[in-house]
């Protein structure tokens, strides 16, 4: 059983960056592809980016291209999601996920994080 767990979301202004990171938990993910999805209140869960097992594939939502960028570092098991020039529409949970290979789609991910909370303050 993998487990995720993520870190680094918070408050910050419009502008600011964060870098959000996707931890395995007792087990080590470098295997797998991992996910970034983000959920705002009221609204259906949307990817925002993917990167496969070694990092040579990556997959960005529209709204984040040129601002967010997805990295991992196998060694230490973690996968970081960077985001830049933040706007209040970036506000919502972001989950990491972990399967075979990088998808769009919520429902193909085998194992989900618990997500971490960023808000961007107009």
């Known amino acids: 059983q993998v487990q995720l767990m993520e870190s680094g979301g918070g408050l910050v202004q419009v502008g600011e960056s964060l870098r959000l990171s996707c931890a395995g938990v007792?087990?080590?993910?470098?295997?797998?592809?991992v996910g970034w999805f983000r959920q705002a209140p009221g609204k259906d869960r949307e990817f925002v980016a993917t990167?496969?097992?070694?990092?040579?594939?990556?997959d960005y939502v529209d709204s984040a291209k040129g601002r967010f960028s997805i990295s991992r570092n196998n060694a230490m098991n973690i996968v970081y999601l960077l985001m830049s020039s933040l706007t209040p529409e970036d506000t919502a949970v972001y989950s990491c996920a972990a399967g075979t290979t990088p998808h769009t789609s919520d429902f193909l991910w085998d194992y989900w994080g618990r997500g971490t909370q960023v808000t961007v303050s107009s």
């Open positions: 007792g087990q080590n993910i470098g295997g797998y592809a």
């Open positions: 990167i496969n097992w070694d990092g040579d594939y990556t």
